[in-house]
C-alpha cells in the first residue's frame, strides 16, 4: 500500500473562508473541516487515479466498520465489489437510503440528504473525472452562496445533473452498506413429473 502527502490546501473543498454552514448540523462534528474533508472525496478519487492504475476506485470512510456489526464478513463482502463494478460498468454504485424521487432539495442547505448513505462509492475508471467536474460545480455553487454543507447533499445534485450516470442500492447505515448489485447465481431447475393416478397406481403395487 502506497501513502501520498498531500496538504489540505491544495483541495477545492478546503478553499472556502468562512462560509456558512448547516444550521441543523451536529455542531460538534460537523465543522468546516470535517465538511470540507468529506467534500473532498472527489478529488481524491480523481488524485488516486492519477497515481494507480484500475478498472475502478472505491472510497470509503476510515470508520467504515463503526456501522457494522459483523466486521468479517463485510470486509468479504466489500471484496466483491468488482463482480458489481463489471455488472454496472457504466454506473456510479452507491448505498442509498431512500429513492431519488424522495429527495427534498429545501434541506439542501439545512439537513443530511440521505440519498447517498456516504460512507462508499464505488466509481468505475471511465467515470471518475466526470463525477470529479460534476461535484466542482456542486461546490462552486456553494461558493456562491458562500455556504458549505454536506457532500451527500452535493452528491444528490449531481445525480439531478446526470442521473443515468448514477445507481443506487438500497441500504442504511449499517452492514448493508457493502450489499452493492451481484450477478444473479446459478439456478438449478428441477423438472417433476406427475403421471395420472400416480397414487392408485402405487396403492396397487403395495398391495
Not at 109 to 119: A, Q, S, V
Request: with cysteine; charged share 25%.
Amino acid at each position: 500500500m502506497s501513502v501520498f502527502f498531500l496538504p489540505r490546501e491544495n483541495l477545492r473543498a478546503f478553499k472556502f473562508e468562512n462560509p456558512a454552514l448547516p444550521e441543523y448540523r451536529n455542531k460538534d462534528k460537523d465543522s468546516k473541516e470535517f465538511l470540507s474533508l468529506m467534500n473532498a472525496k472527489p478529488e481524491l478519487l480523481m488524485l488516486a487515479s492519477k497515481l494507480v492504475q484500475a478498472d475502478a476506485y472505491v472510497w470509503f470512510d476510515l470508520g467504515i466498520l463503526k456501522v457494522s456489526k459483523f466486521h468479517e464478513r463485510f470486509v468479504e463482502r466489500m471484496g466483491r465489489f468488482p463482480e458489481s463494478v463489471a455488472l454496472y460498468p457504466n454506473k456510479i454504485l452507491f448505498p442509498s437510503c431512500y429513492g431519488r424521487d424522495k429527495v427534498n432539495f429545501g434541506n439542501m442547505y439545512t439537513f443530511p440528504i440521505w440519498r447517498f448513505c456516504g460512507g462508499i462509492l464505488i466509481v468505475p475508471a471511465p467515470l471518475v473525472d466526470e463525477f470529479y467536474e460534476l461535484h466542482t460545480q456542486q461546490l462552486e455553487k456553494c461558493k456562491s452562496m458562500n455556504a458549505l454543507t454536506w457532500e451527500v447533499n452535493l452528491f444528490a445534485g449531481c445525480e439531478v445533473e446526470k442521473p443515468d450516470l448514477f445507481h443506487g442500492y438500497f441500504a442504511d447505515h449499517n452492514d448493508s452498506m457493502v450489499d452493492s448489485p451481484l450477478p444473479a447465481s446459478e439456478k438449478r431447475v428441477m423438472l417433476m413429473t406427475m403421471i395420472k393416478n400416480e397414487t392408485k397406481i402405487i396403492k396397487r403395487m403395495i398391495e
